[in-house]
């Protein structure tokens, strides 16, 4: 801090008096991180992958499917209450970003326009609710939802 005041004094020029500022702000990949796609790489990718295509037999593709269980009872709350979303490490704000996101970003274009996004509390009161059996709820459901995957 001193140092910079004495060489703000030393009247520099004001191109080094920019590239002084520029450097004191926060790195640019930072801000990127704290985002819902930043959250996704950090704590979704590792499963699901980037582009949502997750693992064969381990973690299902969302593309195309995650915009359908809006359109199906229990379906919405399901999204919010498996463990890979109601466990991560993040707060209610910051999980219902990333989780709007992944919904809007992997769903198909027409059930994106249907989608309506999770609010803060409804995220906050769904991954409070754990899921006991994930495999039957989610088969249940899959066998519900409409065609056009
Ligand atoms: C440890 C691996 C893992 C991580 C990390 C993970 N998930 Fe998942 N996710 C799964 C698995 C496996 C399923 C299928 C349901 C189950 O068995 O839990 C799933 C299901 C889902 C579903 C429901 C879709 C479906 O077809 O069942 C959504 C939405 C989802 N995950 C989003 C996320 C988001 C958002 C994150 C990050 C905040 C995340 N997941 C982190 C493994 C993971």
Redesign the pocket.
Known sequence: MADRRRHVGARLLPGVVLTVLALSAPPAVAVDAAGPRG??ML??M???LLDGS?MAG?????RG??GK?QYVEGGRE??GR????AQ?P?DDAK?TD??NW??RNFADPADRARFKPYTVDEVARLRRQP?TD??NT?ARL?EKLPAGQ
Not at 58 to 62: E, H, I, L, N, R
Request: with cysteine; charged share 10%.
């Open positions: 959250n996704y704590q979704c590792g499963c699901h997750g381990k973690v299902p593709d969302m499917i995650i269980f399901f999204l498996v463990p890979g979303v991560a993040i999980l990333v989780l992944t919904v899921l994930i495999t989610r899959v």
